[in-house]
């Protein structure tokens, strides 16, 4: 099979271009990446390349060895994926020891997967390990909401946990561990893929300071949904300070969140659920 008419690579193209749409993606802003089934990587073989020069990741991540992974490429456009697929994205197995990668597929015209493909990949490995195989999908993206308020709320976990929570009863429910942040730092590099990493151990929404978002999950749908509904909490709470300057009415409190934990069967940490 031709890996264009494969399900899991139209799949892939449909959230890079549902992304671009809501306006995350500006220019090369964000980047995908997929952890290939075995048997999608059995249907697309012969359409594979595996003579392709290995190159060092940057990092290690000897719990992926062996696994072929879709990204999108270092520079290239979400608008785009869409449009020219083998020019935006690649194919990359890794090695037997997780520490080189090789393109067999796609980037015809040039290029290496995202600059951030040490953070995906470390990422890919705690949550492979973390949900025994169940995620398959790391997302970063520039929602605007959510990159503002890293300039307002304090950088930490708690803060972002509760403040978003807070903005709409179902964001409880859809990301109950919660929302790791991680500081100002230099993107693209082995630190900040540790830091993000170390945060995606207990957490599958991590919010680079000035940044963006990472986000995982088992599939195209639900990776894309936790981004969207995070998103959309920031802006509900970005309009709710921009009325009222930081005060609210009403708001849902610690008790209703844990009445809400006993009837949706979630578990929500204590840490988040502090008195104000
Ligand atoms: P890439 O074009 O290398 O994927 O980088 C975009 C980005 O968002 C970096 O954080
Ligand atoms: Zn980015």
Same mark, same amino acid.
């Given at each position: 099979m031709k890996v264009l008419d494969a399900e899991f690579m139209k799949g892939f193209m449909r959230m890079a271009d549902d992304g671009w749409q809501q306006g995350w993606?500006?220019?090369? +802003?964000g980047n995908l990446t997929y952890r290939m089934k075995a048997e999608e990587v059995e249907a697309v073989r012969e359409d594979l390349s595996f003579d392709g020069e290995w190159k060092e990741i940057g990092t290690s991540v000897? +719990?992926?060895?062996g696994e072929f992974f879709v990204s999108t490429g270092s520079g290239k456009y979400m608008r785009n994926v869409m449009r020219a697929p083998e020019d935006s994205c690649a194919i990359c197995e890794i090695d037997e020891a997780g520490e080189k990668y090789r393109v067999c597929w796609g980037l015809v015209n040039g290029g290496r997967p995202t600059s951030e493909f040490p953070s995906h990949l470390m990422n890919h490995e705690v949550k492979k390990a973390a949900t025994n195989g169940a995620h398959r999908v790391i997302y970063h993206a520039h929602p605007a909401n959510t990159i503002a308020l890293t300039f307002v709320l304090p950088l930490t976990d708690e803060a972002f946990t509760r403040e978003l929570w807070e903005m709409a009863t179902e964001c409880p429910v859809v990301f109950p561990s919660g929302i790791g942040v991680v500081p100002w730092m230099v993107p693209g590099g082995r630190d900040i893929a540790v830091a993000t990493s170390e945060l995606m151990k207990q957490y599958d929404v991590a919010i680079w300071a000035h940044h963006g978002m990472f986000c995982s999950g088992e599939d195209f749908d639900l990776t894309f949904g936790l981004m969207h509904t995070v998103e959309k909490s920031a802006e509900i709470l970005v309009k709710v300070l921009s009325i009222t300057g930081g005060t609210k009415r009403q708001t849902i409190q610690p008790d209703d969140f844990r009445h809400l934990a006993v009837d949706f069967g979630v578990t929500l940490p204590e840490k988040f659920l502090y008195e104000k």
């Open positions: 993606h500006e220019r090369n +802003g000897p +719990g992926l060895a």
